[in-house]
């Protein structure tokens, strides 16, 4: 095992988007040294020459790369936020160089999809949670990293750039992993929660991305406020059905990742996922919106991978079900919003047995 010198400690952190690079600025206003990669070795160059990532203005310690080995050979702590779709190739690229020494902590909110060559996904075989796969999930199958974890909760990015206050939970089976990203990550305009349930907690990030979509269509055709709430509390019940289904706990959903982040997201412009549902109430197409979006929109895929799980599970999932009619042009807007006005919903919380519920 090689042996880590904490006096030189520099902190990795893997993509230059708007959310990794707000990160960075944040490790770096703790005074952390900061490598921050990003893999176009020509805008690694002009990054590190004009000191502007995805419009902020970086720190001074803050050290540009687009070598994924220098990243594993010189930082213990790594914090990967990139998309999704890009997280296995990049993680099974710098697997070689990552030791069990190694902290992992991944700011990626969309599940990894794979199935092999000889696979078929199909009435017989049906999607399931063994096709799909957490961002943890795929570290574990890719790395020797034993010390995972992730954060998520309401982080605007352009919020985070301005100094705005702002909290993030911290979740991880290893309470190391936890109070390192506290030690890294707190400061008095960002609070760090922990949690132990790594899987509800990357759940809460990825599923809100869909009711995030719904939440941007109603202010799109200006149903307001009222329909808005309905509809952010109505997809708060359809996460903890799919979520707990998943392997996620209850809880994880009642907190900052859950309630906190969805309010985020369902209720700015800033959130890539609203602004996809609210440029699509405003007549875009799909196609048109995904081109023009510098930064990838999670909540398109992860409609489509839920509601094939919710069909292979038997979970209710009808906002989930008619986005994707939304999504692949098979209902409009506003017959999507007046089929959840009709549809039959048994009660408004059933997940929380009551002190009624326990009597009987």
Do not use: W
Not at 90 to 115: E, W
Not at 214 to 240: D, T, Y
């Amino acid at each position: 095992m090689v042996l880590r010198n904490i006096s030189e400690e520099v902190i990795g952190v893997i993509g230059a988007g708007s959310f990794g690079t707000a990160i960075a600025n944040i490790l770096s206003e703790n005074d952390s040294k900061v490598l921050l990669y990003v893999r176009d070795p020509k805008r690694a160059k002009k990054t590190s020459r004009e000191r502007i990532s995805s419009g902020q203005k970086l720190g001074q310690n803050i050290e540009m790369t687009n070598d994924l080995k220098s990243i594993a050979d010189r930082c213990e702590v790594i914090f990967p936020v990139i998309p999704s779709a890009n997280f296995r190739d990049m993680i099974s690229v710098i697997s070689p160089y990552l030791h069990p020494y190694h902290v992992l902590i991944h700011g990626t909110k969309g599940f990894d999809f794979f199935i092999s060559e000889r696979e078929e996904i199909n009435t017989e075989n049906p999607l399931s949670r063994e096709h799909i796969k957490t961002v943890s999930e795929v570290i574990k199958e890719e790395t020797s990293v034993l010390r995972v974890g992730c954060m998520a909760g309401p982080n605007l990015a352009k919020e985070l750039d301005a100094r705005k206050p702002a909290a993030t939970v911290i979740a991880s089976h290893f309470d190391e992993v936890i109070n390192i990203g506290q030690r890294l990550l707190k400061n008095d305009r960002f609070m760090i929660y922990g949690s132990k349930d790594l899987i509800g907690i990357e759940l809460c990030g990825i599923l809100k991305n869909i009711i995030a979509i719904g939440a941007g269509s109603i202010s799109g055709i200006g149903l307001g406020e009222n329909a808005k709430s309905l509809f952010i509390s109505r997809g708060l019940v359809e996460m903890v059905y799919i979520g707990t289904a998943l392997g996620g706990n209850l809880q994880a959903f009642l907190g900052l990742a859950g309630i906190g982040d969805l309010i985020a997201t369902c209720t700015s412009k800033l959130s890539r996922n609203f602004t996809v549902g609210y440029r699509l109430a405003k007549g875009e197409t799909l196609e048109e919106i995904t081109t023009s979006m510098e930064e990838v929109a999670e909540g398109i895929k992860t409609v489509k991978i839920v509601k094939e799980l919710a069909e292979t599970y038997h979970i209710k999932a009808p906002i989930t079900n008619v986005l994707y009619k939304i999504l692949h042009n098979e209902m409009t807007i506003r017959e999507a919003h007046t089929y959840l006005m009709n549809f039959p919903f048994r009660a408004e919380i059933d997940f929380i047995e009551s002190e009624e519920d326990k009597t009987l």
